[in-house]
Nanobody
């Protein structure tokens, strides 16, 4: 059974940093690309960041570029999202997803597995 478990969310002030983790089990992690998405009530899941299974290709949404850093440790089956200079508009439920194809990484529909999400709340 495949499981993705996110952690590291919380309530912080604007300008603070957080590091999210996504631990996977039940899949060959080093053959899956990983993405981070976020969602607020009433809105669609929004792409945040992507890292290819090899770590050799990385993408960010324009809204987080320069502030967020995605990484992975294949030996620990874990993906990370380092978030710096957080803003109130970053408040959302953050999900990690695992993708077997590496195609269209900004589209949530292309992901095979999802975690349950971790809440990030940024106060002004």
């Amino acid at each position: 059974q495949v499981q993705l478990v996110e952690s590291g969310g919380g309530l912080v002030q604007a300008g603070d940093s957080l590091r999210l983790s996504c631990v996977s089990s039940g899949l060959p992690f080093d053959r899956y690309s990983m993405g981070w998405f976020r969602q607020t009530p009433g809105k669609e899941r929004e792409f945040v960041a992507f890292i290819k299974w090899s770590g050799m290709s990385i993408e960010y949404s324009d809204s987080v570029k320069g502030r967020f850093t995605i990484s992975r440790d294949n030996a620990k089956n874990t993906a990370f999202l380092q978030m710096s200079n957080l803003k109130p508009e970053d408040t959302a439920l953050y999900y990690c997803g695992a993708q077997g194809t590496s195609y269209y990484p900004t589209h949530a529909a292309t992901y095979d597995y999802w975690g349950q999400g971790t809440q990030v709340t940024v106060s002004s």
